[in-house]
């Protein structure tokens, strides 16, 4: 994070919010320009507000070598991906920065430079936040504020038994991505390095799907600790079980050709390996063809690959079963990344 031959001194506080991340609250008018200590906002009329906050840890969710622009788009789409999972429209954010004396300015101009263009791409606003000091790591904390038309909220609770399970995009290549970073992979080629390490540092939120699915969704969340644990959460939260087909999982090209290549990219590691920032959905048969739609009309590629379902006997380690064509189970080692 140390800046070049030309890199400046890295200002005060209050020097350091004006020059960097008041013009980021420009467009905020409750944001009065980051020069008060709170934000004023004003829910629309007939909408509920949604919350949602997640930090990033260097060497945790970040390498310290990753550019410090992809660094802050992806803190800001980790937390847009959960309000497109309740269904909502962003609308601002609140940032807090914990820098240690490492974090150059040249590092803090390339991060503003990232939020500003994320910002421009979805449509958001900073409103406020905190910059504090620290002995280390860089540590970064993002709270996101949406919208949704009251009562539809999309809770991860909400399946019910006999639903299917959807999922946007592919699965496995942020993990895969991030594997092509620390120098692993030695197989793949120039194309699907890029590519994989691209959608580890980039996750794609899906924005236009979110607003969409009221009325056809019962349930959502975002695949952020592994397909197989965050269908795990939903299950638990709605009392259910669910069953996967793992030829209906959906893999970029560049993921099916490590599955083919590397002897230690597994099926079930492209499950649990996190980082995909998709959603997961539970979705009604009579829903099926009016979610199929609003999927289209927003551009987003879903996958059916399963359903939920009643069972006996459930255990936190069997509530979701993956299997192969013939119906046979496949052993999922671990569900997927846990921080304790």
Known sequence: MAGGKADRPRPGEFELIAE??????????????LTDDAALYRASP???????????????HF??????????????????????AKGARPRGYLLVTALP?????????????GLAEDQAEFGISLWGGDTVSTSGPLTLSLTAIGEVEEGAMLPRGGAQAGDR?????TIGDASLGLSVLQGRLPSASDADRAFLADRYRLPQPRVTLGPA???TAHAALDVSDGLVADLTHMCEASGLAATIRAADVPLSSAAAAML???NDVTFASLLTGGDDYELLLA?????????????????????????????????????????DAEGEPIAVPHAGFRHF
């Open 46 to 60: 007939g909408k509920e507000t949604v919350l949602t906050v997640d930090a990033m840890v260097e060497g945790v």
């Open 101 to 113: 004396a490492t974090c150059s300015m040249s590092w803090l101009e390339g991060f503003a430079a």
């Open 213 to 215: 699915l009221s009325g």
């Open 283 to 323: 979705v009604s048969a009579e829903a099926e063809e009016a979610f199929l739609d609003a999927a289209a009309g927003a551009g987003v590629p879903v996958a059916l690959i399963g359903h939920l379902e009643e069972r006996a006997n459930r255990t936190p380690e069997t509530l979701v079963r993956l299997v």
């Open 165 to 169: 399970v959807y999922v946007t995009g």
């Open 20 to 33: 960097l991340f008041a013009p980021l609250a420009r467009e905020a008018a409750g944001a009065f320009g």
């Open 63 to 84: 390498l310290p070598s990753d550019p410090p622009d992809t660094i802050a788009r992806k803190l800001l789409r980790v937390n847009l991906s959960d309000l497109a």
């Open 260 to 262: 083919l290549a590397e």
